[in-house]
């Protein structure tokens, strides 16, 4: 474990963005009624760096209407003090993001260790 690195909030969620942006062009048109948010710390007695709550993707049907956005949570501290530097601090950020939003498309745990963004 590193020690805390140091982004403003400001740098922080621009690393969120940049990470959100490297998404294809056809999958961030793909995704619905989802927020990102930078949350300071992860529920109590959770060990996370990021947390999807909704209904993903794949199992939205036909009565899919009138409910609250999906969210993702990137939790700052956590990743800050995981990461060694300001570039792994970014790829973390990152890696949290894409692992998130594969969650929104339906793909799970399983499949994310699979791909590396376990």
Known sequence: MGCVVELTDEEFEASVDAAVA????????????????????????????????????TDRGDTYAGVLPDRIQIFRE????????RADAEELIRTTVLHEIAHHFGIDDDQLHTLGYG
Not at 37 to 54: A, F, I, K, R, S
Not at 78 to 85: E, G, K, N, S
């Open 78 to 85: 956590p990743i800050l003090r995981m990461a060694h530097d």
């Open 22 to 57: 490297s998404i294809p062009l056809g999958l961030r048109r793909v995704a619905s009624n989802v927020s990102i948010e930078v949350t300071p710390h992860p529920p109590p007695g959770q060990d996370l760096l990021g947390l999807y709550h909704g209904i993903p993707l």
